[in-house]
């Protein structure tokens, strides 16, 4: 919706609820002083102009024939009463609002919302458990843009993380995330079947979108796959293949880690796929003397089939689709990708 509708649409009921009231005080008070003025001897308009400028409190001039009798006085000081008090009630509602945050939030909001639709080929979390929370904090520590989706506005994160709070599985709020515009989705709910359900949906609303879904079982990851999720995770069995790496392969694993998680090592690894048309198609490893040419070393090939050409990669001629896994520090890493895509 746009501005102010969008904002405005999205203001508590509770707020709504003070408002219409002083509104409506209000607006009783016009209407009674208008019929009063009038069953005292005024014309409409003459009425309601006395009526304005008594509840204001501006008082110019009392229309009447003459001085103002008993009668006129004492209806003029109710209305003078009532139309101050309904005032008072008014500004006391609307102060209330501002102070506790219930019109400002919603103008956060808003601005959070209108960061939301300007982004694109950002990344989504859907969930903020522990497993969201992991993902949110990694994927800021790269420098991309994420969106974080849950119901619980009390786990969304800090001002300074883009969010929506509202149910991942309505259409809706994965709109509001920018489901049409992000480049992935990950959804980290805490049940398979809001992980599915949300799966199902964003690959409707979004079919060049890669999904990462959760899943608890293997059960839940092949049905993840069947209805449209790129990759199926099991964090359990995750988390039991890292133990048994830092039991039988502490060094490796302890490198493995480093590279990919600790952005203070110099060295980093990274995924570049080949555009189309590259000059890279057709030619091999050694043709090109990336490591010399780069710094950068090519630890493996993936190609269309998924398949990691790592034993034949200096030998085998790059071909469209391909994806190259390399590693070495940023500015290597850099030239190599500027090398790709000229």
């Known amino acids: 919706m746009s501005y102010p509708a969008g904002m405005f649409a999205r203001?508590?009921?509770?707020t709504w609820g003070h408002l219409a009231i002083a509104a409506a005080l209000i607006v009783?008070?016009?209407?009674?002083?208008?019929?009063?003025y009038t069953l005292l001897g005024l014309g409409a308009v003459d009425a309601a102009y006395q009526t304005i400028v008594t509840v204001?409190?501006?008082g110019f001039r009392e229309i009447a024939d003459g001085d103002p009798d008993t009668t006129w006085k004492v209806f003029t000081s109710v209305l003078i009463l009532l139309g101050t008090g309904s005032m008072l009630y008014g500004a006391t509602s609307v102060i209330e609002s501002i102070?506790?945050?219930?019109?400002?939030?919603?103008f956060r909001r808003y601005r959070m919302q209108r960061s939301i639709d300007d982004l694109s080929d950002h990344l989504?979390?859907?969930?903020t458990g522990?497993?969201?929370?992991?993902i949110t904090e990694f994927v800021r520590s790269v420098g991309q843009e994420v969106v974080v989706v849950d119901r619980d506005e009390t786990r969304l994160p800090d001002e300074d993380v883009l969010h929506v709070a509202g149910d991942a599985t309505s259409d809706d709020v994965l709109r509001r995330a920018g489901i049409e515009r992000a480049a992935t989705l990950v959804s980290a709910l805490g049940t398979?079947?809001?992980?599915l359900y949300v799966t199902l949906s964003s690959r409707k609303m979004n079919p060049g979108l890669f999904i990462v879904s959760r899943a608890d079982d293997p059960e839940s990851m092949a049905k993840m796959l069947q209805v449209g999720a790129d990759r199926a995770v099991n964090p359990y069995e995750i988390a039991g293949s890292r133990m048994a790496s830092l039991a039988t392969q502490p060094n490796v694993a302890d490198f493995v880690d480093v590279v990919v998680h600790d952005g203070t090592f110099e060295a980093k690894l990274r995924e570049i796929r080949l555009p189309d048309g590259s000059d890279f198609i057709g030619q091999t490893i050694d043709d090109l003397a990336i490591r010399q040419e780069t710094g950068a070393v090519v630890l493996s090939v993936r190609d269309r089939s998924a398949r990691f050409h790592t034993d034949d990669g200096t030998s085998r001629p790059f071909a469209d689709g391909d994806v190259?896994?390399?590693?070495?520090?940023d500015a290597a890493l850099d030239r190599l990708a500027g090398t790709v895509s000229s």
């Open 56 to 58: 204001s409190t501006v």
């Open 28 to 36: 009783g008070v016009l209407v009674a002083g208008t019929v009063g």
């Open 192 to 195: 398979s079947v809001d992980n």
């Open 130 to 134: 522990r497993v969201g929370q992991a």
């Open 11 to 14: 203001i508590r009921p509770d």
């Open 124 to 127: 989504i979390v859907c969930g």
């Open 99 to 106: 102070v506790e945050g219930r019109l400002t939030g919603q």
């Open 324 to 329: 190259i896994v390399a590693i070495g520090s």
